[in-house]
């Protein structure tokens, strides 16, 4: 079966500092990916996707993420973290020929001190 | 920009008790999905809803059924609630092949 891994649960970073958070996927097919994230008290919300293309993606709040398809990887990283950038960060992957299912990971909980 | 409202965001219901809730998303996306949230387990997959009145099993689906009579509307139907069955419930919808849009979820407990 498909699975999301994330490699940290929980991260805790000083502001400035640079994130890289893991995601790998086991799918082998074509894949669209995402990261989602949820700050306290408020919805999921889209970061970014990648579903063709330049494989360095662009998302919003300066993050961004780079799908490398030989090490089936899709590793979310921002330069300088800030303390509003605490939130739960979760990778999600959709097979193109899977249907409507997206698997999400368990998602990484990011701690940004002041 | 796109809403996704879900009727509840704290709901205490007994043991054995039939629970309803509810989702409205207001921009006419087919998909429909609803999740649950548990800390370490990320989201997973209960039913979904590619069109109205269809409906597919998630990953979990045990415990659960739904309900689609209308595009905007899906609801969960938890048949008779258990303890193991409290947690966080994360309605989403999406246009076809698009990311999902997550309404702020309802945390149930069961007691």
């Known amino acids: 079966a498909q699975s999301v891994s994330q490699h940290n649960h929980h991260v805790i970073l000083s502001e400035a500092a640079s994130l890289e958070l893991g995601c790998n996927y086991s799918?082998?097919?074509?894949?669209?990916l995402f990261w989602y994230v949820q700050y306290p008290g408020q919805h999921l919300q889209l970061l970014l996707k990648?579903?063709?293309?330049?494989?360095l993606v662009k998302g919003i709040k300066g993050f961004e993420a780079e799908f490398i398809k030989s090490k089936f990887s899709f590793n979310l990283r921002k330069p300088s973290v800030q303390w509003s950038d605490t939130a739960e960060y979760f990778c999600?992957?959709?097979?193109?020929?899977?249907?409507?299912?997206?698997?999400f990971g368990a998602g990484t909980r990011l701690f940004v001190k002041a | 920009d796109v809403k996704v409202t879900q009727s509840s965001r704290y709901l205490v219901k007994r043991t054995g008790e039939k629970v309803f809730l509810e989702c409205v998303q207001d921009?006419?996306?087919?998909?429909m999905f609803w999740y649950r949230q548990d800390p370490g387990l990320g989201l997973r997959l209960i039913y979904f809803?590619?069109?109205?009145?269809?409906?597919e099993k998630g990953d979990i689906p045990e415990g659960y059924s739904v309900s689609r009579e209308k595009k905007e509307r899906f609801s969960l139907i938890l048949e008779s609630a258990s303890t193991n069955q409290t947690s966080m419930y994360l309605c989403?919808?999406?246009?076809?092949?698009?990311?999902?849009?997550f309404g702020d979820g309802t945390r149930l407990s069961i007691l």
């Open positions: 989403a919808s999406s246009p076809l092949a698009q990311p999902q849009h």
């Open positions: 809803s590619y069109d109205v009145k269809m409906k």
């Open positions: 999600a992957v959709k097979e193109i020929t899977g249907g409507f299912k997206t698997i």
């Open positions: 921009m006419d996306h087919e998909n």
């Open positions: 990648y579903f063709s293309g330049d494989p």
């Open positions: 799918y082998g097919g074509t894949v669209n």
